[in-house]
C-alpha cells in the first residue's frame, strides 16, 4: 500500500474517535507508534474545548497549557478553534496569560464569561488575531467589537437571560460580515429587557456582503441593513422580529425553522414563499418541551397547520429535514402526522442526527457557514 494511502486510512480511523472523554482517547492514540502521533496531536489540540470543555479552567491546567504550547511551537499552530467559556475560576494573571499567546492559525474565537475578569488589554489583543475569522461573544462582551480583527467574517453573539447589562462598542467600518448569529440562551425563558441586543449595537458592521442569517425573533434587528437579496441562507426562531415574510429574499437556497413553543408561527412563515424562491432544504428543528409528532394532540396543536403549509410549497420541492433535541421520530410517524405534505410528488424526508453532546455548538450552522 502506497505511503499516502496509509496516511489517508490513519486519517479516518482517528477521525471516527468520538464520545465524551475524547482528550484521553486521543492521548492513547498518540502512545500507539510514531505515525499516530501527529494526527493525535492534530485533533488533539485543534479545539481544546471540543476535546476537553473543562480543561483551561483551572490555574493548574492553563498554566500547563500555556507551557507545553510555548515550548512546542507546532502545538501552537495546530489551534484553529478556541474556547474561553466561564473562566472566572483563573486567576487575572493566569487568564491574560493565556490571552497572550501568540497563535499564528486561529481561525475561531469563542468567549463566554462569567464576570469581567481585570485584563481587558489581553482579551481585546487577542481578539484582534490577525488570522480570525469566527467571533462568539456574549452581548456582555459586545466592548470587544471595538477591537476585533478585520478578518473577522463570521460573528454570533448569544445573550443570557442572567445578563444584567448588554453593553455595546463601535466596531471597526471595514469589517464585512458573510455570516450573523443573534441568539438567546434559555430559549424556554421570557427574556430580560436588560439582556436584549439593541439593533444600534450591529450599525458599524458592513452587512452588504451577508449571506447567512440566523436571527431569533426576540432580538431587535436592524432589517433595515440586511441585504435581502443576497441571503441564502436563514435561520429563524419566530417571536416578534419584523421577519415574517420570505418573499424579499429570493436568492434563499436553505431555511430553517426552530419551533420553540408551537408550530404555527413557523407555518405562516412558510406561507410567504413563493414560486420566485428556489429554495433547497428547509429544515424543522423542534426543540425540547415543544409538540412531536407522535403525541396524540400533536397534530391538533401545530402540525396540521405545518402539514398545510408544508402541501401549498411551490415547486421545485425542496427537501424537508427534522431535527429533534428531544427525541428522534421514526420517518414513518413523520409521514404520518404530515400526510397532505408526503403526498406531493417528489417530497423528501429525512431525520437529521442530534447528539447533546457534541451539537451543543450547532454544528448545523457552522457546517453551513464553512461552505460560504
Known amino acids: 500500500m502506497h505511503a499516502l494511502d496509509v496516511a489517508e486510512l490513519l486519517d479516518s480511523c482517528i477521525n471516527l474517535i468520538g464520545g465524551r472523554d475524547l482528550s484521553s482517547t486521543l492521548l492513547a492514540c498518540a502512545l500507539v507508534s510514531r505515525s499516530w502521533v501527529s494526527p493525535a496531536q492534530a485533533r488533539l489540540f485543534r479545539a481544546p474545548y471540543a476535546t476537553n470543555p473543562y480543561f483551561l479552567r483551572s490555574d493548574k491546567n492553563a498554566l500547563r497549557f500555556c507551557k507545553t504550547v510555548t515550548e512546542n511551537s507546532h502545538l501552537i499552530a495546530l489551534v484553529r478553534d478556541l474556547s474561553l467559556i466561564f473562566m472566572d475560576r483563573l486567576t487575572p494573571k493566569v487568564f491574560e496569560k493565556l490571552c497572550r499567546l501568540d497563535f499564528p492559525r486561529l481561525d475561531s474565537l469563542t468567549i463566554h464569561l462569567r464576570e469581567e475578569l481585570p485584563c481587558f488589554d489581553a482579551i481585546q ?42 453593553t455595546s462598542s463601535p466596531s471597526p467600518p471595514d469589517v464585512y460580515l458573510k455570516s450573523l448569529r443573534l441568539s438567546v440562551l434559555e430559549v424556554n425563558r421570557p427574556v430580560s429587557a436588560a439582556a436584549s441586543l439593541k439593533a444600534s449595537a450591529l450599525e458599524p458592521f458592513g452587512l452588504s456582503e451577508l449571506r447567512a442569517l440566523s436571527v431569533d425573533g426576540r432580538i431587535p434587528v436592524p432589517w433595515d441593513q440586511l441585504p435581502k437579496s443576497l441571503i441564502e441562507i436563514l435561520d429563524i426562531t419566530p417571536g416578534k422580529s419584523d421577519l415574517s415574510n420570505l418573499s424579499p429574499y429570493t436568492t434563499l437556497s436553505t431555511l430553517r425553522l426552530k419551533a420553540t413553543y408551537a408550530l404555527v408561527p413557523a407555518a405562516e412563515i412558510l406561507a410567504t414563499i413563493t414560486s420566485e424562491h428556489h429554495i433547497h432544504t428547509i429544515v424543522l428543528y423542534v426543540q425540547r418541551g415543544d409538540p412531536v409528532p407522535s403525541g396524540p394532540r400533536a397534530i391538533k396543536t401545530g402540525w396540521a397547520e405545518f402539514d398545510l403549509a408544508f402541501s401549498k410549497l411551490p ?58
Open 125 to 166: 489583543w487577542f481578539a484582534g488575531t490577525v488570522t480570525l475569522r469566527s467571533l462568539t461573544l456574549d452581548a456582555s462582551c459586545m466592548y470587544l467589537l471595538a477591537s476585533a480583527s478585520t478578518t473577522v467574517e463570521h460573528l454570533d453573539i448569544r445573550c443570557y437571560e442572567w445578563l444584567e447589562t448588554a
Open 315 to 372: 415547486t421545485p420541492h425542496p427537501a424537508i429535514e427534522f431535527q429533534f433535541d428531544d427525541s428522534r421520530p421514526c420517518l414513518e410517524t413523520l409521514r404520518t402526522s404530515l400526510p397532505m405534505l408526503v403526498s406531493r410528488t417528489g417530497t423528501e424526508l429525512r431525520v437529521l442526527p442530534f447528539d447533546p453532546y457534541i451539537d451543543e455548538t450547532d454544528l448545523w450552522w457552522q457546517d453551513q457557514i464553512s461552505k460560504l
